[in-house]
T-cell receptor, first 109, second 115 residues
């Protein structure tokens, strides 16, 4: 199956700092999603972004499908941004999604 | 309901027992997925339903694991003769079969502990 690599694996930020999380994948994909898993384990949808750029408040994401990577930008980080960020990709349509191992973010006050 | 609903939220059982985990997808979503997440890892695919049929069950680890979706809505994941290694959070997700949106939505998970 397709390999999904996320970096960095761990990230510690001071509140107010900006960060970039990266997701690389080993083959072409049709779909890509970013999720935030909060401390209670709930996977929250951030972006459905097979290609292009999207923004939602302090978060934005860019996927360059031809170069097999996606970036998640977090600006002016807050303590509530803490948790694990996952990238998931799908080959073809209406197939399974493959997840990366996640980036664990800790935002300190 | 408004979101994907999973029950029970927590299940503690003894090695060798039988367990059922239930998933109620978002109304109208034809595709339903089961994933398993162990501590410190990303979700791992188990099985995917399109309607009533299993479109891909390649992630089921062995024949102790089985899942059904008899009416194309609610799904049950069944684990026989549980082992300590089955302890994990079992996540269910659903999506609409639509070219307009293939977004996956997850429930809160069922945490299984096998003693």
């Amino acid at each position: 199956g397709i390999q999904v690599e996320q970096s960095p694996p761990d990230l510690i930020l001071q509140e107010g700092a900006n960060s970039t999380l990266r997701c690389n994948f080993s083959d072409s994909v049709n779909n890509l999603q970013w999720f935030h898993q909060n401390p209670w384990g709930q996977l929250i949808n951030l972006f459905y972004i097979p290609s292009g750029t999207k923004q939602n408040g302090r978060l934005s994401a860019t996927t360059v499908a031809t170069e097999r990577y996606s970036l998640l930008y977090i600006s002016s980080s807050q303590t509530t941004d803490s948790g694990v960020y996952f990238c998931a990709v799908e080959q073809g349509n209406f197939n399974k999604f493959y997840f990366g191992s996640g980036t664990k973010l800790n935002v300190k006050p | 309901g408004a979101g994907v609903s999973q029950t029970p939220s927590n299940k503690v059982t003894e090695k060798g027992k039988y367990v059922e985990l239930r998933c109620d997808p978002i109304s109208g979503h034809t595709a339903l997925y089961w994933y398993r997440q162990s501590l410190g890892q990303g979700p791992e695919f188990l099985i995917y339903f399109q309607g009533t049929g299993a479109a891909d069950d390649s992630g089921l680890p062995n024949d102790r694991f089985f899942a059904v979706r008899p009416e194309g809505s609610v799904s049950t994941l069944k684990i026989q003769r549980t082992e300590r290694g089955d302890s994990a959070v079992y996540l269910c997700a659903s999506r609409a079969q639509s070219a307009a949106s293939g977004e996956l939505f997850f429930g809160e998970g069922s945490r299984l502990t096998v003693l």
